[in-house]
T-cell receptor
Framework: EAQVTQNPRYLITVTGKKLTVTCSQNMNHEYMSWYRQDPGLGLRQIYYSMNVEVTDKGDVPEGYKVSRKEKRNFPLILESPSPNQTSLYFC??????????FGEGSRLTVL | QKEVEQNSGPLSVPEGAIASLNCTYSDRGSQSFFWYRQYSGKSPELIMSIYSNGDKEDGRFTAQLNKASQYVSLLIRDSQPSDSATYLCAAVPDYKLSFGAGTTVTVRA
């Protein structure tokens, strides 16, 4: 079954404690991206990757890091989380730029 | 100005009616446009893509694109309660996908 898998699905953490949200896809897609979704603001892109070892900033990259060492994995790293990073995060993959397959989402709360 | 703007809604329509959703985009160079549906508590899923001017139909859904006026619309015919969701418009300016804030549709029985 084609899927994008994110973990953890739910996480409560404290300010400053580093965390990683993993994302893995089994469709051999070259393009992967991370979004955050906040009420009234819609989906905003954090980072994207066109291929292995190729990553670039989206609209809201501050406070986040990513890496793309393998085609299937695209982890999102929060080095020092802050409360304004409390959000619902989606990982997505696609063949091209627009027809995205989304993961189920990771709801993060930073206290 | 946001790159993609949608009428904010919410939009309430009776069952069996046509729901009309509108979206405008600012980058005239955008070539690809998409509609995603997101049920409450779920992830977005692609329902329509459109690349050229005119209409594209898929079942009860019709996407319309007018590049000269920089708008994209989605019509849902014979609306069903299962169509109650938030609909996200997206465009591709500058090699990245930009989403509108979404329009929430409620189909009342």
């Amino acid at each position: 079954e084609a899927q994008v898998t994110q973990n953890p699905r739910y996480l409560i953490t404290v300010t400053g404690k580093k965390l990683t949200v993993t994302c893995s896809q089994n469709m051999n897609h070259e393009y992967m991206s991370w979004y955050r979704q906040d009420p009234g603001l819609g989906l905003r892109q954090i980072y994207y990757s066109m291929n292995v070892e190729v990553t670039d900033k989206g609209d809201v990259p501050e406070g986040y890091k990513v890496s793309r060492k393998e085609k299937r994995n695209f982890p999102l790293i929060l080095e020092s989380p802050s409360p304004n990073q409390t959000s619902l995060y989606f990982c997505a993959s696609s063949i091209g730029l627009g027809e995205l397959f989304f993961g189920e989402g990771s709801r993060l709360t930073v206290l | 100005q946001k790159e993609v703007e949608q009428n904010s809604g919410p939009l309430s329509v009776p069952e069996g009616a046509i729901a009309s959703l509108n979206c405008t985009y600012s980058d005239r160079g955008s070539q690809s446009f998409f509609w995603y549906r997101q049920y409450s508590g779920k992830s977005p899923e692609l329902i329509m893509s459109i690349y050229s001017n005119g209409d594209k139909e898929d079942g009860r859904f019709t996407a319309q694109l007018n590049k000269a006026s920089q708008y994209v619309s989605l019509l849902i015919r014979d609306s069903q309660p299962s169509d109650s969701a938030t609909y996200l418009c997206a465009a591709v300016p500058d090699y990245k996908l930009s989403f509108g804030a979404g329009t929430t549709v409620t189909v009342r029985a």
